[in-house]
């Protein structure tokens, strides 16, 4: 699989970046129309009528990227540390279009995908790959596996219920750490106190989102 985000991300959005370089600010679980009409409702940062014109833009491209493709970008830094510290492959929890699973099964890395609804989820709107209906419980099947968990939703307890049934010892989080939009304080406490951090992977990030890959294995 063409990894078509990257290859966008570099053609299309890394232009806006170099020309506006300024924080959005705008939620990012918004329907599109609505953070659109939120932004274009503002003064611009700065004078000019094409101000706010490129922001509405950035954010009609972001949105239609992540429910596409993924909410994080993914590099091939990032894909080869996964398969590297995943020698019993992959278990994904909370999968959405199932794209960084489709990039790391054409590496040859086994994994097994889950998401609780893969094929009613406005947040995922592509089926890059295979998915299997399912929640945090069914990391209790994959003990050998390593645990992936891309972007789990913000201040909701899905990533900490399935780090605190995994029974492996390797975690693979991409997202904002503690404080960003992503899981919810358990889920970051946890990270720091039974687990340690082994490598992180710098991801290309959109204006204002601050994700990155991190490995941890089991204190």
Same mark, same amino acid.
């Given at each position: 699989m063409k990894n078509e985000l990257f290859d966008r991300w570099v053609e299309e959005?890394?232009? +806006?970046?170099? /020309?506006?370089?300024?924080w959005l600010g705008t939620p990012f679980f918004t329907p599109p129309e609505e953070a659109v009409k939120a932004v274009a409702s503002r003064p611009p940062v700065e004078s000019g009528a094409d101000s706010t014109d490129s922001m509405v833009k950035a954010i009609r491209?972001? #949105?239609?990227?992540?429910?596409?493709?993924? +909410?994080?970008?993914?590099?091939?830094?990032?894909? %080869?540390?996964?398969? =590297? #510290?995943?020698?019993?492959g992959v278990v994904e929890i909370g999968a959405g279009t199932r794209y960084w699973?489709?990039?790391?099964?054409?590496? @040859?890395?086994d994994v097994v995908a889950y998401d609780v609804a893969p094929y009613d989820n406005v947040q995922a709107?592509? =089926? +890059? /790959? %295979? !998915?299997?209906?399912?929640? *945090?419980?069914? !990391?209790? =099947? *994959?003990p050998d596996r390593t645990l992936m968990l891309c972007w789990p939703p913000y201040n909701t307890?899905?990533? !900490?219920?399935?780090?605190?049934r995994f029974k492996g010892d390797t975690v693979v989080y991409i997202? %904002?750490?503690?404080? @960003?939009?992503?899981?919810?304080?358990?889920? *970051?406490?946890?990270?720091?106190?039974?687990w340690e951090e082994k490598k992180c992977v710098s991801l290309p990030q959109w204006p204002g989102i601050r994700d990155d890959l991190y490995v941890y294995s089991r204190r």
């Open positions: 959005i890394t232009p +806006w970046f170099e /020309s506006e370089r300024r491209a972001r #949105y239609e990227l992540v429910t596409s493709h993924s +909410w994080a970008v993914p590099t091939d830094e990032a894909l %080869e540390a996964i398969a =590297k #510290y995943s020698p019993g699973a489709g990039l790391l099964r054409d590496r @040859g890395v709107q592509a =089926k +890059w /790959s %295979e !998915v299997n209906v399912g929640n *945090h419980l069914n !990391v209790l =099947k *994959h307890p899905m990533a !900490v219920m399935a780090l605190r997202g %904002e750490s503690a404080g @960003g939009c992503n899981g919810d304080e358990d889920f *970051h406490e946890m990270l720091d106190t039974s």
